[in-house]
């Protein structure tokens, strides 16, 4: 059934394919830039990706102005701040984000503080805080996952509070995505796996949440069908270039389908055990995902069960309870099957959280705003009780 209303954006170009990142240099200009800085980190530059980018601006009369290594997992409000300052001191006129969430995110964090005139990022949390012009920004993801290279989103780490603060605003959606196997390729299994699980469960939230609409639902569903051709094809064997690319696609998808209906409990419960525990982002993710589909089933049965043939059911009535159990235990076959595979954990207490912890995390859980596109309310108890069963 059609919602009484929705809305849908995404004004991104989109570069997809082998040729994706030497197109970078032609990308600014079309911008009106000439002079760039790269935000990533170490792991990213130490797997030689910078290196790939530095050579598409070889023959360009643009140039890379000043790198920045050193963005920590999950980003940080501090280090966008900072960022903000070198951008202006470097004379840099847009960004070029090279990495997972975290270095995409950290760009997107330094360049409100840059074009709002601030000095702090934390003025702008939640949604639509944003007044200003963004200074122009391209996404090279080197994940397949968070799919922040198309969306209006930046997830940034207060450390004071221990909190993953959102920032939510049209004004946040990347210029340009380049999405270029080179760039997933030297990614580790277990982070193939988490990142994937990452678009899993973008994709399942867009299609189950309150916010859902149509064409969310075609970019979800086609994420949910990438995924499951080429996810253990990308855990197995990292070379696989067809699976690499079919991953990015996916990633790309989900973040089209979340961008615009947002996501659900799962990123609530996620957040916080980010935040308070540092488990990383797809991880969590992983692990609570089917625990949370279990929990929403009442409210929204024939939507989960919508989503068994895409992740390789076999039932065919779209009305039986019984696909909707099969697309759960699909989630489950895939966890198990990325544990085995690549270590991915299926249980909190594998991913060094500690049972003590688990109340604190409930509580900053039943505070993020994701929970408000959630179809069934979740209380403290709820959290709890998921957390438990996911323990
Ligand atoms: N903005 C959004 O829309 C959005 C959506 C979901 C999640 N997020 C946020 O994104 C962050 C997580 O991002 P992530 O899961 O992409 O992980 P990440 O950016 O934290 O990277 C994880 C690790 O993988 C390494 N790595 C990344 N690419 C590599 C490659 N190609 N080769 C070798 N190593 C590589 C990095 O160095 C890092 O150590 C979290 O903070 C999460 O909350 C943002
Ligand atoms: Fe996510």
Redesign the pocket.
Known sequence: MLPNYYQFYCPVKILSGQLAVSNIPFEMNLLGCKRAMIIT????AG?G?IEIVKSSFADSDSEIGFIFDDVP???SSKVANKIARLFKKEKCDCFIAV???????TA?GANIVISERSNDILKFQGADKITKDLKPLIAV???A????EV?K???I?NEKTET?MSFVSDKLYPDVAVIDPK??????PM?TA??GM?ALT?AIEAYTCLQENPIDDVYAKTAIDLIRRYLVKATENGNDEEARMGMANAALFA?IAF?NSMVGMVHALA?AL?GVCHV???VANAILLSWCLEYNLEKVPEQIAELSGVLGGTFENPESGDQAEEAISLVRSLLKRLNRISGLPIRLKDAKVKKNMLNKVAKAAINDGALVYNPREVTYEDALEIYKKAF
């Open positions: 980190d170490k792991g990213v797997a990706l997992r999950d980003s990495g997972g969430g975290s270095a995409l995110d997107k993801p080197t994940t996952g968070t799919g922040s969306t989103v930046a997830v780490y993953k760039m997933t390729m030297t990614m580790p982070i988490a990142t990452d973008h973040g961008s957040h980010g990383p982002h797809g």
